[in-house]
């Protein structure tokens, strides 16, 4: 296992993407330049190999000087210990093995445009001097917006050389079916060994099948060499008559009886498209391995001698014309090559098809008007090219063409869209997560609803409804209950107030007691929290119940004064209710003055309240972060804890004077919450 693994310093390989009988591909990362790519990984038993390697280094580098839409780019080639690899464009799309085992066959147009695809990056490759010698599906990669692209260029060379040796399962049987008659004779290969396997891959995407098989590599290679040229059963599979023929060419025996060329090949398959029985009559009469009706010989004339005679002398009369026509054209051609000048377009027949990719559908189509082609308008989504733009065209840019041809142009539906899963009760980050595996973008907005906090209330768009890849998805994520604001209970009959905190959704405390000459008796004396603030659905406002009895003046049982704290400093204040035996809750005041001493008291000084009860105070704070420099850290902490805050932990330096506080963070000055806590800066020596 070598996932994880990094080549060079550079190339991490993650986890495999597939493998075949020379290499094993992984997903990896290019963490210099931070993109994906694909990585092919030498097997071991290659690698030992000299003249092997040697092959792998020079066909993988004549590779990576290709570069061109229909091929997958070669970035790198290199060695990482006794592993051979090369980098590689990851192209995001299935094989076109893949599309044929889970479809079949394809559709005729379908099956021309990947064929044309193919041909024209081959005919770049083969252009730069280049054979590919493994042409089949599982090396021809169909990205989604059905750009077809050409791989393993970098190996194929260096292991057709092997391949007919080899015996280990898989090595063999991966390419037989598709490798032509001179290959599998071990003979010198050219272009049209390619162009037999293109020949194959069509047939196969045309009918679903092959068009030969067997029980073993050597029956398959033997029926490569020696039997008949299949052909396709235009009625049994709905195939032209044209496109059958193109077909039957490829897989003529011979080299010399298949087409010139891969652009060749483009070119009949276009002219298949547009005008089918032309298309079959040329193709039928170039084909010398097959003998079409146009073809059947002559019937025996009565005079033989006479019809030989005529028929000869049609034949000289024929190539003394064709000699004259030739010797016109050469003339034309040298005289405008000495004067330096284009040859003319005898009788402006011709065209050069525009580069409209990229451009609106609108555009497009004016463009071509203006030029006098045809449009042909097919849509497909795209996740690459905006929506109502131009994906690709058909032919490709710079093709010369008969005016009045048709130019396809495939235009962008935009991203493909996805039914909206419905994700409402989920929490929030499960439905975020949801969403974002299926490529949305996730928007959050909350508010207060009395559905469980953090879980979603409600989905825009609604679920269900057809939504873009890339697109936008709110959800409505609930804070809990709304808070409520404290009511002032102070003064309030306790059932009243017990009413009034029900009907709020909170909670009243009333388990305390004090005694307060000259109020009433059974009502609030103090709160904490202190009225004005918020409080969640559910909270709990702590109430003192006076008890004094105005009528009997006795006091608590059990009852103790409340000492009166007000103008105290707090930790004066604090240590004088504790003292009396209360607990302290405090509170906090942003004033201008007074600060770092207690203004408020509940109960008030001189009451009456149970030993271990509550008394709430509140202190004048400023409201932002003192300065602690050059004190030591007690007085320091006294100082912030007199306003209003804790200190969270220290923090030593090598500043300042020895033992003493040099700052803290935040800084002083800086406008803070009462109630939180800030770091001090500490001199360590």
């Not at 990576?64 to 995001?92: C, F, Q, W």
């Not at 004067?339 to 003319?344: D, N, Q």
């Not at 009852?559 to 209710?577: E, K, R, S």
């Amino acid at each position: 296992m070598i996932e994880q693994q990094t080549f060079n310093n550079r190339y991490r390989l993650d986890h495999p993407l597939g493998e075949g009988g020379m290499a094993r591909v992984y997903l990896g990362i290019d963490t210099l330049l931070r993109r994906r790519v694909a990585i092919k990984v030498l097997r071991e038993q290659y690698a030992a190999d000299e003249e092997f390697v040697r092959r792998f280094y020079q066909e993988a580098e004549s590779a990576a000087k290709l570069s061109h839409p229909n091929i997958v780019n070669t970035y790198d080639v290199g060695r990482e210990g006794d592993l051979y690899y090369i980098v590689m464009e990851l192209v995001d799309g299935p094989s076109l093995a893949e599309i044929l085992a889970a479809d079949g066959k394809l559709p005729e147009p379908v099956a021309i445009d990947y064929t044309v695809q193919i041909c024209t990056g081959l005919a770049y490759a083969h252009r730069q001097g280049l054979l590919h010698r493994d042409i089949k599906p599982a090396n021809v990669l169909v990205t989604k917006d059905d750009v077809v692209k050409l791989s393993d260029f970098g190996i194929a060379r260096a292991v057709t050389q092997h391949t007919m040796a080899l015996t280990t399962p898989g090595l063999v049987m991966g390419s037989i079916y598709y490798i032509s008659p001179e290959q599998a004779q071990g003979h010198e290969l050219r272009e049209a060994s390619d162009l037999y396997s293109v020949g194959v891959v069509l047939y196969q995407m045309l009918t679903g099948e092959l068009p030969f098989t067997g029980d073993s590599p050597v029956t398959v290679a033997l029926k490569q060499i020696s039997d008949p040229v299949p052909t396709i059963d235009t009625q049994k599979y709905g195939v032209s008559p044209a496109l059958a023929a193109i077909v039957n060419r490829l897989l003529q025996k011979s080299p010399e009886h298949r087409f010139g060329s891969a652009s060749e090949v483009a070119s009949a398959l276009r002219e298949a498209r547009e005008r089918p029985s032309i298309a079959a009559y040329r193709i039928q009469d170039d084909a010398p391995a097959r003998v079409s009706p146009l073809e059947l010989p002559p019937r025996r004339s009565k005079m033989p001698d006479r019809r030989w005679r005529e028929e000869e002398r049609r034949r000289h009369a024929g190539a003394n014309a064709a000699i004259l026509v030739i010797a016109l054209v050469a003339a034309v051609v040298v005289g405008f090559w000495l004067l330096g000048r284009p040859l003319p377009d005898f009788g402006g027949s011709t065209i050069a098809v525009g580069n409209y990719i990229g451009e609106t559908d609108v555009q497009a189509e004016q463009q071509l008007s203006n030029a006098g082609l045809g449009t042909r308008i097919f849509h497909s989504s795209s996740n690459t090219v905006a929506l109502a733009h131009v994906i690709r065209q058909n032919p490709a840019p710079g093709t010369i063409v008969a005016k009045s041809a048709v130019v396809e142009l495939f235009i962008s539906n935009g991203l493909p869209t996805l039914g909206l899963r419905d994700v409402r009760g989920f929490s929030e980050g499960d439905a975020e997560r949801i969403l974002r595996e299926d490529k949305f973008i996730v928007r959050i907005f909350q508010r207060y609803d009395n559905a469980a906090k953090g879980s979603v209330v409600d989905q825009h768009p609604a679920p269900g409804a057809r939504v873009r890849e890339g697109s936008s998805i709110t959800l409505v994520v609930s804070e809990g209950p709304q808070p409520t604001q404290i009511p002032n209970f102070v003064g309030m009959p306790v059932d009243r107030a017990q009413a009034l905190a029900a009907h709020l959704g909170i909670t009243l405390d009333s388990s305390q007691q004090v005694a307060i000459p000259g109020e009433p008796g059974n009502t609030i004396a103090s709160q904490d929290p202190a009225p004005g603030g918020s409080i969640a659905h559910g909270g709990v406002v702590h109430v003192a119940v006076n008890m004094f009895s105005n009528a009997s003046a006795a006091p608590i049982a059990g009852g103790t004064v409340v000492p009166n704290v007000v103008g105290a400093t707090y930790a004066n204040a604090l240590q004088t209710l504790e003292q009396a035996g209360f607990t302290v809750s405090i509170q906090f005041s942003i004033q201008q003055d007074a600060n770092g001493s207690i203004i408020g008291e509940q109960p008030q000084g001189g009451a009456q309240a149970p030993s271990g009860s509550r008394i709430a105070v509140t202190l004048s704070v400023p409201g932002e972060v003192p300065d602690t420099d050059g004190l030591s850290v007690d007085q320091a902490r006294a100082l912030l804890q007199a306003a209003g805050y804790s200190v969270e932990s220290l923090r030593y330096t090598t500043e300042g004077a020895g033992g003493r506080v040099v700052g803290t963070d935040p800084i002083a000055g800086t406008s803070l919450v009462p109630g939180g806590s800030v770091v001090l800066v500490v001199n360590a020596q």
